[in-house]
């Protein structure tokens, strides 16, 4: 992943040691004309879904899910032809 140069203020969430890696689940969903590929990092509450830049894949969303999935449900799509 690309370092964008941004930075996280000081008092941002930390996740802790336990919790720096998520577990996640990953299928297709066949619609008429394609199949997407997709991983659920799991969570509660509402669902946010991601989409990760052109040159990534659904799996880029692991460095931050375990940040998000206190909060909601991340559901990462990728793109066609992208596929993890």
Same mark, same amino acid.
């Given at each position: 992943?690309?370092?964008?140069?941004? %930075? &996280?203020?000081?008092?941002?969430? +930390?996740?802790?040691?336990?919790? %720096? !890696?998520? *577990? =996640?689940?990953?299928?297709?969903? +066949? &619609?008429?004309? #394609? !199949?997407?590929? =997709?991983?659920? =990092?799991?969570?509660?509450?509402? %669902? &946010?879904?991601?989409?990760?830049?052109?040159?990534?894949?659904?799996?880029?969303?692991?460095? $931050?899910?375990?940040?998000?999935?206190?909060?909601?449900? &991340? $559901?990462?799509?990728? #793109? !066609?032809?992208?596929? *993890?």
């Amino acid at each position: 992943m690309r370092n964008s140069g941004m %930075t &996280l203020p000081h008092n941002a969430p +930390q996740p802790s040691a336990a919790a %720096t !890696r998520v *577990g =996640y689940s990953e299928g297709c969903v +066949q &619609l008429p004309d #394609m !199949r997407l590929h =997709y991983v659920d =990092y799991g969570g509660s509450g509402k %669902t &946010l879904v991601a989409l990760h830049g052109l040159v990534q894949n659904a799996h880029a969303f692991q460095a $931050i899910a375990p940040l998000l999935v206190p909060h909601v449900r &991340l $559901i990462a799509l990728d #793109m !066609r032809g992208r596929s *993890g």
